[in-house]
């Protein structure tokens, strides 16, 4: 396979940061190429240098074995790079054909030629698998079609080369799958994918190659037999994590949680029963649509039950809403973080002690002392990686903006925590430092129930499995009993257990 893309000693440096350090790798026409590393490693860094985004301070590009120097975002599309951000950039008020063509649009004797726009939208729709009309406005569809309309976007300027940043990290299983057809059929039309994502599942999936960077620099390269799981860890961290998960089981503690016929709005129709002790992680598995996240909503009182009782350390208690779920004992870390769990424009001191003001007021005066305190404490228990207390909140990696939602919630000493897919969209290294505090709150006493899609991640930190299936709980399974088979057998609606 000829190079279509090389990349030759790249370095880029800002004020006191070294982002790449003589960085080089190849990708070849029709050629999926995963960029792995963890957060800080220089993978966006490296992705803006081939966009156009940002300069390179030193080594070559070259396409077609030709050096080329791209300084714009302009340059790098007319060369046939786009970079397709992991935040959508579309205009959800205007269709479908306006966003594909949004400042190139095609002009007929002074006039936007809107019947050229909808002869080559649907050309550019049909190519990624969307059977849609092009005056569709672009906010009525779901992320996952969204996503797939700003891989049209791209290949509307004649993409060779496109560079793709965390695509699923918002997809339903069923999306995702379509997102790896459209994938796929353009490496076999000869489309070059840079493909980046913490998800290895998909990096096993989809790539023909993995290039792996560390610290700003190449840490190794995987063939396409080459590529497990254990391999690219290894490459990742710098060390072999035969012991990646936490997670140390022990005897957990007295009940202090017991659910009985909780029925959720999202499926009032089915009763759910489980208990959870004191010191015990329960991982709770199950397809998109199962109802994981609604009953974690219900329990913490963002939607209130339509019928059950729910019993916290012997006291039956009504969560009508999220104030009575907290006076309760109990903290919910959401699963999507920026629209629930953070106010981003916001700074890091301001967001972890959101939470606790009210009980760091005087006088009806926030008590600044305390919060400076408490910022301080959090900060270094949860290892948040940030340039001071006051830093914009928007502005750090996915892994610390969900270490600083942790550190929230942490901060109120909560007795239950519930945790939706805590490690979503987080590099590695910020994962084990999740599941290590995890597991330090659990050896404390608190008692954990976490969703997660990774059934890796419930094997690996689960005492036992709870799995649902279309709103109702389809089984439990003990430590010893936990398997993907297993999982996937109760998650599918295969083994069912008699309510």
């Known amino acids: 396979m000829s190079d279509l893309l090389e990349v030759s000693g790249v370095g880029k440096s800002f004020p006191g940061v070294r982002a790449l350090h003589d960085v080089s790798f190849s990708v070849g026409a029709g050629e999926v190429v995963a960029v792995l590393g963890e957060n800080g490693a220089g993978k966006s860094t490296l992705m803006k240098i081939l966009a156009g985004v940002q300069l390179p301070d030193t080594g070559t590009i070259r396409l077609d074995g030709t050096p080329v120097q791209i300084r714009s975002v302009e340059e790098g599309l007319s ?12 205009a959800t008020n205007l269709g479908i054909g306006a966003n594909l063509f949004l400042g190139r649009e095609p002009v007929k004797r002074g006039l936007i030629d809107e019947r050229e726009i909808t002869l080559r939208s649907r050309k550019l729709l049909e190519r990624v698998g969307l059977d849609l009309d092009p005056s569709t406005l672009v906010g009525d569809l779901s992320i996952g079609r969204q996503q797939l309309v700003e891989i049209a976007k791209a290949l509307s300027t004649n993409a060779r080369i ?15 799958e379509r ?21 290895l599942g998909e990096v096993v999936e989809l790539a023909d190659r993995v290039v792996v960077l560390r610290d700003g620099g ?36 007295e009940v202090v949680l017991s659910v009985s016929g909780l029925r959720t709005p999202a499926h009032p129709s089915h009763g759910i029963d489980f208990e959870l002790r004191a010191g015990e992680i329960v991982g709770m598995a199950g397809l998109v649509g199962a109802g994981r996240t609604e009953l ?19 006291v039956p208690r009504v969560l009508r809403n999220p104030r009575a779920a907290i006076a309760a004992g109990m903290a919910l870390v959401p699963e999507d973080r920026k629209q629930q769990g953070l106010i981003l424009e916001m700074a890091v001191a301001d967001n972890i002690s959101l939470a606790s003001i009210s009980r760091d007021q005087r006088a009806g005066f926030l008590n600044f002392a305390a919060e400076r305190r408490l910022t301080a404490e959090m900060t270094e228990r949860m290892r948040i990686k940030t340039p001071s207390s006051r830093q914009i909140v928007r502005f750090l990696s996915g892994g610390n903006q969900q270490k600083v939602v942790l550190g929230k919630w942490l901060a109120m000493k909560p007795r239950i925590l519930f945790l939706d897919e805590p490690t979503r969209g987080i590099d590695i290294g910020a994962k084990r430092e999740i599941y290590a505090l995890m597991e330090e709150l659990a050896q404390q006493g608190v008692a954990i129930l976490f969703v997660s899609s990774e059934l ?19 089984g439990e399974l003990k430590r010893e ?13 295969r083994t069912i257990v008699a309510a």
């Open 162 to 176: 496109l560079i793709m940043d965390e695509p699923t990290s918002s997809l339903s299983q069923g999306e995702t």
């Open 456 to 474: 890796e991640e419930v094997i690996g930190m689960s005492d036992r499995a709870l799995v649902m299936h279309e709103g109702r709980l389809a």
């Open 79 to 90: 060369l046939g790079i786009a970079l397709i951000h992991q935040e959508l950039n579309l």
């Open 179 to 199: 997102l790896f057809q459209v994938v796929k059929d353009l490496r076999k039309n000869g489309v070059s994918i840079l493909y980046i994502s913490h998800r």
């Open 218 to 253: 190449n840490a190794g390269e995987l063939a396409r037999g080459e590529i497990t799981h254990d391999r690219m860890v290894s490459l990742m961290v710098g060390r072999d994590l035969a012991q990646f998960y936490a997670h140390q089981p022990h005897p957990p503690g």
């Open 481 to 493: 009993e936990l398997g993907e088979e297993a999982i996937m057998r109760l998650a599918t609606g």
């Open 296 to 314: 974690l909503e219900t329990l913490f009182g963002i939607t209130p039950a339509v019928g059950g009782t729910v019993i916290v350390e012997g």
